[in-house]
């Protein structure tokens, strides 16, 4: 291959990656769009309830708790899940030893993190679509008419 055909090769390859970059990063979701996300789903299971609540998180074809890569995740004080839009198969279980592959226990630093007002705890975690470990942020706060707290995740 002479230099013009190398370098035509590589300017059409970069060109074809970044074509397709917007809608790769589109899927992902941002720290602003997990936190407000959380918010709703506090202010949510205020207005209808911890039960029905957790059940529309819970629910994949509702989009309000699941866009991106973003999903609402729920448990109670004492580790076990009551919601989660990504794996419903914890649903019940309690996961309060849970430890993501590095040995941090992640349920123990979600909830200390939301009873403390809300905050992030970073971690690695099976991506929800490629099902590789990535690291991940997510943002937790706690409710108020329910022994538990909420939660939802960026991957970085």
Not at 18 to 43: C, F, H, I, L, N
Not at 55 to 79: C, L, P, R
Not at 82 to 96: F, R, S
Not at 100 to 113: C, F, H, S, T, V
Request: aromatic share 10%.
């Amino acid at each position: 291959m002479n230099k013009r055909n190398f370098t035509l090769a590589t300017v059409t390859a970069i060109a074809a990656c970044t074509m397709y970059m917007p809608s790769w990063a589109q899927e992902r979701g941002t720290r602003d769009e997990a936190k407000a996300m959380v918010d709703a789903a506090v202010a949510h299971v205020q207005k209808v309830g911890p039960e029905q609540a957790f059940k529309d998180f819970s629910d994949k074809s509702n989009t309000n708790w699941q866009k991106k890569d973003v999903y609402i995740f729920a448990y109670k004080t004492d580790g076990t899940s009551v919601a989660h839009g990504a794996n419903d198969k914890l649903i019940g279980k309690n996961l309060i030893d849970l430890k993501d592959p590095n040995g941090k226990l992640l349920i123990q630093e979600l909830r200390d993190a939301a009873a403390k007002g809300g905050g992030w705890v970073e971690y690695d975690w099976p991506h929800p679509q490629t099902k590789k470990n990535e690291a991940k942020v997510s943002y937790s706060k706690k409710l108020v008419n329910f022994d538990g707290f909420v939660g939802a995740g960026v991957y970085r």
